[in-house]
């Protein structure tokens, strides 16, 4: 019931803004990076190597990214792997830049292979602040 009255909702106001609302772990980083990896299809540090635009109709642009894995703690995605995401304002998308690495939380596959994230899942840009939920993964993965 509750994604028909999404859908409808999505439908009905398709042309006007719709506020992206994400509710984030209250609990210690340990506890957020476990559910975060619990919830993925898969877990990866990968640098985007390319990055296509694409605007269907106006409001409504697209990305598809292609990775390079450098390394994995869950999923099978193997050593490139792409994603296709809704990016226009207020649809929770997360918009990717080329040369850059991100930690990512992945959902999917889709049909045509392709996988998705979003602004409210642990997806980040690589950076000296991930190191300890790196190192988190870590644990996780060698349970």
């Known amino acids: 019931m509750k994604y028909l009255i999404f859908i ?6 398709s042309g006007k803004a719709v506020a992206c609302s994400c509710a984030f772990h209250d609990g210690t980083l340990e506890e957020a990076v476990m559910d975060s990896y619990h919830g993925a299809a898969a877990v990866v540090l990968a ?28 999923g099978d995605h193997g050593p490139r792997f792409k994603t296709d995401i809704v990016t226009a304002c207020c649809l929770c998308g997360y918009a990717f830049s080329e040369g850059q690495t ?5 959902y999917g596959p889709n049909e045509d292979g392709y996988f998705s994230t979003n602004i409210c899942s642990r997806t980040k840009i690589a950076s000296d602040e991930i190191d300890k939920e790196l190192e988190i993964l870590d644990l996780i993965h060698q349970k």
């Not at 409808?8 to 106001?13: D, K, N, S």
């Not at 640098?47 to 598809?64: D, G, L, P, Y």
Request: aromatic share 18%; no cysteine.
């Open 47 to 74: 640098t985007a190597e390319r990055v296509e635009q694409f605007n269907r109709r106006e409001n409504n642009e697209r990305q598809k990214t292609h990775f390079v894995t450098k390394q994995t703690w869950k």
């Open 8 to 13: 409808v909702f999505v439908v009905l106001y």
């Open 102 to 106: 991100y930690l990512l939380y992945l």
